[in-house]
């Protein structure tokens, strides 16, 4: 994608270290050390056609600040080098999670009701995701970490709706997340294959009906009714379309209360990491029920 390497150093600040995974083509990921404030943070040096609207994109997304979203702490170029820095990415990613097992209804609420409440404080500062995805979801210790807030749809090339159709959207993403989180089916829009890295692959896309994506309670036999109507009103003529949310806040309305003291779930390492198997899910796997023939 560019010149980068181990040991180089941008604008005389950012040392990096070693390259990191990701699911974009056209984000190279690297651990870095920031040498001026002696802090490890993580530089995501862009490509392809769209990275002047990213750059942009990412330095709004700087004026949000959230517990559960990765701030984006400095954007710049080098040379040829467009970079974006952010906190570093810790935890495992929703895609890793759900691949040990479906989660529990508890835990999927909690991980995509936090996820909601992000995105409205950057909806707030009128600042969208627009490329919500299981790799943009995060566990670390019980917590909900939201990632490529500013960046990810622009370097994917996304329209960039008005804030009322970039927050339905986010709103309808968000119920993506939670049905896939249960199911581990994607009822959502893939992202273009060719916007991949050639190591990561689509979600499987979720079973339909001539309604529309198959009720969660043809699917699973222990979700709770308030799950169920809202992925059907968001994804499904079983439900009631106009009772579909419209934001993240109207999500994370629809799935209160939750568990205020985190994600009880064992993590699984990422396949392969350290080469080592991922440790087994636990408690998590609920069982999935087949769908009805």
Do not use: K
Not at 53 to 69: E, H, K, N, P, Q
Not at 143 to 155: E, F, K, M, R, S
Not at 264 to 272: D, I
């Amino acid at each position: 994608m560019n010149s980068a390497a181990a040991g180089s150093v941008l604008v005389a600040r950012y040392h990096l270290v070693a390259p990191e995974s990701g699911d974009l083509a056209d984000i190279g990921a690297w651990s870095a050390r920031d040498e001026v404030l002696d802090r490890q943070v993580r530089i995501a040096i862009l490509g392809g056609a769209h990275t002047l609207d990213a750059l942009d994109s990412a330095r709004r997304a700087a004026l949000v600040s959230d517990r559960r979203l990765a701030r984006v702490l400095d954007v710049g170029t080098d040379g040829d080098l467009a970079f974006v820095v952010t906190e570093p990415f810790t935890g495992t990613t929703l895609t890793d999670v759900v691949a040990a097992g479906a989660l529990n209804p508890a835990d999927a609420r909690v991980i995509v009701g936090e996820a909601a409440q992000a995105l409205d404080v950057a909806r707030r500062r009128g600042v969208h995701h627009l490329a919500l995805r299981p790799e943009a979801i995060r566990i670390d210790s019980g917590h909900v970490i939201v990632t490529g807030l500013g960046v990810d749809a622009c370097i994917l090339g996304q329209d960039q709706p008005e804030g009322t159709r970039a927050s339905a959207q986010d709103a309808e993403a968000l119920v993506a997340l939670l049905y896939y989180a249960l199911t581990a089916r994607w009822p959502g829009s893939p992202i273009g294959a060719g916007a991949l890295n050639p190591n990561y692959a689509h979600p499987l896309p979720a079973a339909q009906d001539a309604a529309g994506v198959l009720p969660l309670d043809a699917v699973r036999r222990d979700v709770p009714a308030d799950l169920v109507a809202l992925c059907a009103d968001t994804y499904s003529a079983h439900g009631e379309p106009d009772a579909a949310p419209r934001t993240p806040a109207d999500v994370s309305a629809r799935l209160e209360p939750w568990s205020s003291t985190g994600v009880h779930l064992p993590v699984p390492a990422r396949p392969g990491a350290a080469g080592e198997p991922p440790r087994p899910a636990g408690p998590v796997g609920a069982a999935v029920a087949a769908a009805p023939a």
